[in-house]
Antibody
Framework: QIQLVQSGPELKKPGESLKISCKASGYTFTDYAMQWVKQAPGKGLQYMGWINTQTGKPTYADDFKERFVFSLETSASTAYLQINNLKNEDTATYFC????????WGQGVMVTVSS | DIVMTQAPLSVSVTPGESASISCRSSKSLLHSNGITYVYWYLQKPGKSPQLLIYRMSNLASGVPDRFSGSGSETDFTLKISRVEAEDVGIYYC??????????FGAGTKLELK
């Protein structure tokens, strides 16, 4: 069955960096784009952008053009989200989702940024 | 950016009755290819969002046919017939027309009476 399994929760300090993973299984990884969505505590969904899993080209929504990097390890069917120079407002759950329709979602990674 | 406005922000429904959630977009979501790029997702408590409806009126795989989507170019409705306990959660509409500036509505919380 199709699964997106994300890495575990993170506790970081402002200014640090982190990289979270999204491992896909049950389908051909390069057949579908991978999307990223942010959900701050108690808030709604905010679209971050997507990465073309065939070419590796990332596309970022306006609010995520700085400090955020999407990447792939195609041989491992894994997508990554890296956040640099973490800020308190990056505290959120980050989801990966498959394809442009976002028909399948990972379980989310809770990121806490606190000094 | 396209703004998606949902109403109501919360709804309380008696099990077995129906519920409707509205979503309005600030711009037409009808593409020149004839497809209307509005989607509906449900986030159950403590869970990831799940796709319910894609391209305005198409039921996603595994979703009960109690759910249906309809609308025009800017006004959309998600209807849930015969609400059940498992339908509790927050419903989001989303526009997937303007890549990469996809946007979601604020969400509608559905509770049971």
């Amino acid at each position: 069955q199709i699964q997106l399994v994300q890495s575990g929760p993170e506790l970081k300090k402002p200014g640090e960096s982190l990289k979270i993973s999204c491992k896909a299984s049950g389908y051909t990884f390069t057949d579908y784009a991978m999307q990223w969505v942010k959900q701050a505590p108690g808030k709604g969904l905010q679209y971050m952008g997507w990465i073309n899993t065939q070419t590796g080209k990332p596309t970022y929504a306006d609010d995520f053009k700085e400090r955020f990097v999407f990447s792939l390890e195609t041989s491992a069917s894994t997508a990554y989200l890296q956040i640099n120079n973490l800020k308190n407002e990056d505290t959120a759950t980050y989801f990966c989702a498959r394809g442009h329709t976002m028909a399948y979602w990972g379980q989310g990674v809770m990121v806490t940024v606190s000094s | 950016d396209i703004v998606m406005t949902q109403a109501p922000l919360s709804v309380s429904v008696t099990p077995g009755e129906s519920a409707s959630i509205s979503c309005r977009s600030s711009k037409s979501l009808l593409h020149s290819n004839g497809i209307t790029y509005v989607y509906w997702y449900l986030q159950k408590p403590g869970k990831s969002p799940q796709l319910l409806i894609y391209r305005m009126s198409n039921l996603a795989s595994g979703v009960p046919d109690r759910f249906s989507g309809s609308g025009s170019e800017t006004d959309f409705t998600l209807k849930i017939s015969r609400v059940e306990a498992e339908d509790v959660g927050i419903y989001y509409c989303g526009q997937l027309l303007e890549n990469p500036m996809y946007t979601f509505g604020a969400g509608t919380k559905l509770e049971l009476k």
